[in-house]
């Protein structure tokens, strides 16, 4: 043996190349890496509905978790496209309410007050499927929030993560 060198991890570079070319398998693993960016910073959604979806209450109208809604894609898409009328949950179609495609109601037949807010950053309907696809494969039926998960939505290390250790 001694002086032949030992070529035999040569043999597996191209599974450790094709491993992490391919990435975790996940169903629409595209969409939902998208909607985790757009839940995160453009939309802002963890500014209300917390990394983990079950809400942040410390301005007191917490909303309701996203880990236990029994809402579907579509319904999640309305919900984010449309807002809900009298609440703080804002309307990230930007033609929302100028027309009657949220819940049929125009934006001149409810009182201005309850208008859903308007964000900083819209969302195409492209983006509003991807947040929608994010939120079924990260939240729904997923129990209480893990520390594993708070590592992938922050990045490892990140001690905000640290009261979730086990
Ligand atoms: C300013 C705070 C705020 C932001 C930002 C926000 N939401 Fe909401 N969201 C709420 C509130 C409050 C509700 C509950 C409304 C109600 O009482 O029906 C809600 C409700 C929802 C619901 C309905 C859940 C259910 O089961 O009824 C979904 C889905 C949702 N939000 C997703 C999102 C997504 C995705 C984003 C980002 C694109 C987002 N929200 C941004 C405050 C916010």
């Known amino acids: 043996m001694a ?5 035999g991890w040569i043999r597996f570079a191209p599974v450790v190349a094709a491993a992490l070319f391919v990435g975790p398998p ?3 693993q595209d ?19 917390a990394w983990h ?22 319904q999640l898409m309305e ?5 809900r009328i009298g609440t703080t949950m804002p309307s990230f179609d ?7 495609r949220c819940y049929g109601v125009r ?26 696809d994010y939120v079924l494969a990260t939240f729904v039926g997923k129990g209480e929030p893990t520390y594993a998960e708070c590592q992938v939505f922050w990045g490892g290390g ?8 086990k």
């Open 79 to 83: 919900v984010v496209s449309c807002g």
């Open 3 to 7: 002086g032949r060198p030992d070529f």
């Open 31 to 49: 969409s939902v890496g998208r909607g985790q960016e757009i839940f995160k910073e453009k939309g802002n959604c963890q500014f209300c509905h």
């Open 107 to 132: 934006g001149t037949d409810i009182d201005k007050k309850d208008r859903p807010p308007v964000p900083q950053n819209p969302l195409t309907r492209d983006e509003i499927g991807a947040v929608a």
């Open 26 to 28: 996940a169903l629409a």
């Open 53 to 74: 979806g079950n809400g942040d209450s410390s301005f007191g109208n917490a909303p309701p978790s996203l880990r236990t809604t029994n809402l579907n894609k579509e």
């Open 158 to 165: 990140n001690s905000r993560c640290d009261p979730y250790k």
């Open 94 to 100: 930007t033609l929302a309410y100028t027309d009657d």
